[in-house]
């Protein structure tokens, strides 16, 4: 067993849920389904031994935790087989015109399979133009792989957006390989006291199952705060939280150190 743990990730952003709150989710590795339930479907192999550890770091206790793991024993793996691993990271203010690290420093062989973005608009306008890039194997100025766009990443396009009743919504949808399950601008965990005034909220996952991104030494994956005000695009910051999912030979390099609870709260 490794000294450092492979996953290391807030409950619910780990399920594809950030900023505190419930989204149901009806993907293929996770659904969030109704009244609170987290599954996970990402094979875990183990050749010795695994161990998973809950924390509770809120302010009150909590009066019921259940949870059920199923395994299958076997006489041996595949030598093949990685280990999965889970990262998540944040920025509360991104810095404008550098690309925000979802994950870095990944050394050894593997496959990514998939993130989870929590991202809050800070900036008016369009949020999503932003390039994903995937810097791999000896990749220095430029990526391997680089992306049109975040929408184009999740699935989606032309901003997610569609004109109902002659007004412009964002549409929330689950597929599953990708999707966009939370968009709020609502906060209702003090509303009695402050209102539900919140900034946007958008929550959204990508999957790479049927497209693994294959890597034989080493791994960074970025993506850009571009946004578009009908005229041009334009740098932004806005608060992004992520969760990168992928597979890899062990040992794995240290993880940065987990901000304090009080940094990781939602907007």
């Not at 594809?16 to 094979?43: D, E, K, Q």
């Not at 964002?170 to 609502?186: A, F, I």
Request: glycine letters at 8%.
């Amino acid at each position: 067993m490794t000294k450092t743990p492979s996953v290391e990730v807030p409950l619910g952003d780990f399920f594809c849920n950030g900023f505190g709150a419930r989204s149901l989710v009806n993907s293929l590795p996770i659904a969030v389904n109704p009244t609170g339930g987290m599954n996970c479907y990402f094979p875990m192999p183990f050749r010795k031994s695994a161990k998973i550890t809950i924390e509770n770091e809120h302010a009150a206790d909590i009066g019921g935790f259940f949870y059920q793991f199923n395994y299958t024993l076997v006489d041996e793996l595949p030598e093949e087989a990685g280990y999965f691993h889970a990262q998540w990271r944040r920025e509360n203010i991104t810095s404008a015109a550098k690309d925000f690290t979802i994950i870095d420093h990944v050394k050894g062989k593997g496959h990514y399979v998939g993130t989870y973005l929590a991202w809050a608009a800070l900036e008016r306008y369009w949020w999503g133009e932003g390039e994903i890039k995937f810097y791999m194997d000896g990749d220095e100025e430029w990526p391997t792989i680089c992306g049109t766009g975040t929408e184009d990443y999740f699935g989606g396009a032309w901003c997610f957006y569609e004109k109902r009743n002659g007004k412009i919504v964002e549409v929330p949808h689950n597929t599953p390989y990708l999707g966009y399950p939370y968009y709020s601008k609502t906060d209702t965990t003090r509303s009695d006291i402050f209102g539900e005034d919140s900034v946007p909220m958008h929550g959204l996952y990508r999957w790479h199952l049927m497209d693994p991104i294959r890597f034989e030494n080493e791994l960074r994956v970025t993506i850009q705060q571009m946004g578009h005000n009908s005229r041009a695009l334009f740098e932004r910051t806005d608060d992004v939280s992520s969760v990168a999912y992928w597979y890899q030979a062990e040992p794995h390099a240290a993880f940065p150190v987990l901000p304090a609870v009080e940094t990781r709260w939602p907007r």
